[in-house]
């Protein structure tokens, strides 16, 4: 894509990046639920894989509304996965509860980095006057913080704990 000219531009750019985000963060979450050892993080990566594959078709109606059907790779995202896969997946680690610990660590980065980029879409379509858009963002942030908190409650009560 070429560099933005007015902020329909920024926000388009913004979900065409979110779209790729989603798309990596996704196959990487499957991959994360795959290896966890406790039977309730597999679950909740299991359905915060299908949530993300759910934003992620809204992301797409949304740029389409603004006449647009590409995704820009994100290469922010990129980083984050490799990181995932480098020290979750790919590592060395023979206690499973400490591979959760990791696991859940490495999801809640990927969240925080979403967190950030719908909050910014949320912003440009705030200003933008697209009222229809901010609803849909507005649930989406809710949803990862959501996520966020109910990997944050697993990771306090049982894996944490596990690891010592």
């Known amino acids: 894509m070429s560099a933005p000219a007015n902020l329909t531009d920024c926000y388009t750019e913004e979900l065409s990046d979110l779209w790729s985000a989603n798309d990596q963060m996704e196959k990487v979450v499957r991959d994360l639920a795959e290896k966890a050892g406790d039977q309730k993080l597999a679950d909740r990566l299991s359905r915060s894989a299908d949530g993300i594959q759910k934003h992620t078709e809204t992301i797409r109606k949304l740029l389409e509304e603004c006449g647009e059907d590409e995704k820009e790779h994100c290469k922010g995202m990129e980083g984050l ?3 995932a896969r ?9 206690d499973d509860d400490v591979r959760d610990v990791v696991i859940i660590a490495q999801y809640q980065r990927m969240c925080h980095y979403g967190i950030c980029g719908f909050g910014t879409a949320k912003a440009f379509a705030e200003a933008l006057g697209k009222s229809d858009h901010v609803a849909k963002l507005d649930k989406i942030t809710e949803s990862i913080y959501d996520a966020d908190e109910n990997m944050s409650d697993l990771a306090e009560r049982s894996a944490n704990l596990e690891a010592r």
């Open 86 to 94: 480098k020290h979750a997946l790919d590592a060395d680690i023979e």
């Open 81 to 83: 996965v490799k990181e």
